[in-house]
Every structure is written in structure tokens, then in C-alpha cells.
């Protein structure tokens, strides 16, 4: 088992910037790839961002792209997504996931979110 917990979701004006963390105990040897999902109210839950726990592969979705950095610190096993030039339909719940396989979508374990609020 891994678990997952986030942290620094906020409050945050539009074209600000925050940074999420989420930090990964238990059986993290078992991690392929960590990702960030988002959910906006009446709204489906969605990929974000997804980063290989090696080799450092990163993927984004294209709403985020250029805008949202993902990166991971192996040793301190935490992850994050920085987000730049915030906007207001980036309001969501945040989710930190990890998945043991290869496939993109398919993610095993989840964080419990943080929310992220963008004020026009």
C-alpha cells in the first residue's frame, strides 16, 4: 500500500501561482509514475499532469500545458505540481495519485485533495 497526502491548495487571484506537494510513505519501491488529477464542481475528475517515478517522463494535459510544472523529489518521496498564471476554471479539488503499471490512466492509489480556489 502507498499513501498519499497533499498539501498547499488555497486561495489564490487570477494569474497568481501556488504550489502543491504531496508526500508518498509505505510501499513507495512500488511506484511507476505519480500524476496530478483535478475535479471542478459538476465536473468529471481529470488528468493534469503525470511524471515517471525514475526516469522523470513528464505528460500534461493540454489545459495546464505551459503553465503547471510537475516535478518529484525521489529522496524526500514528495511530489509536485507548481502552477503558474492561474486562472479561474483551474478552481478544483486537486488529487496526488500513483499507479504501479505503465498504463497513463490507470493510477492505484489517491490522496484524500486539496483544494485550489482562483478568484477573478
Known amino acids: 500500500q502507498v499513501q498519499l497526502v497533499e498539501s498547499g491548495g488555497g486561495l489564490v487571484q487570477a494569474g497568481g501561482s501556488l504550489r502543491l506537494s504531496c508526500a508518498a510513505s509505505?510501499?513507495?519501491?512500488?511506484?511507476?509514475?505519480m500524476g496530478w488529477f483535478r475535479q471542478a464542481p459538476g465536473k468529471e475528475r481529470e488528468f493534469a499532469a503525470s511524471?515517471?517515478?525514475?526516469?522523470?517522463?513528464?505528460d500534461y494535459a493540454d489545459s495546464v500545458k505551459g503553465r503547471f510544472t510537475i516535478s518529484k523529489d525521489n529522496a524526500k518521496n514528495t511530489l509536485y505540481l507548481q502552477m503558474n498564471s492561474l486562472k479561474p476554471e483551474d478552481t478544483a479539488v486537486y488529487y496526488c495519485?500513483?499507479?504501479?503499471?505503465?498504463?497513463?490512466?490507470?493510477?492505484?492509489?489517491w490522496g484524500q485533495g486539496t483544494q485550489v480556489t482562483v478568484s477573478s
Open positions: 495519485a500513483a499507479r504501479r503499471g505503465r498504463l497513463r490512466l490507470a493510477y492505484d492509489y
Open positions: 509505505g510501499r513507495t519501491g512500488s511506484i511507476y509514475a
Open positions: 511524471i515517471s517515478w525514475n526516469g522523470g517522463n513528464t
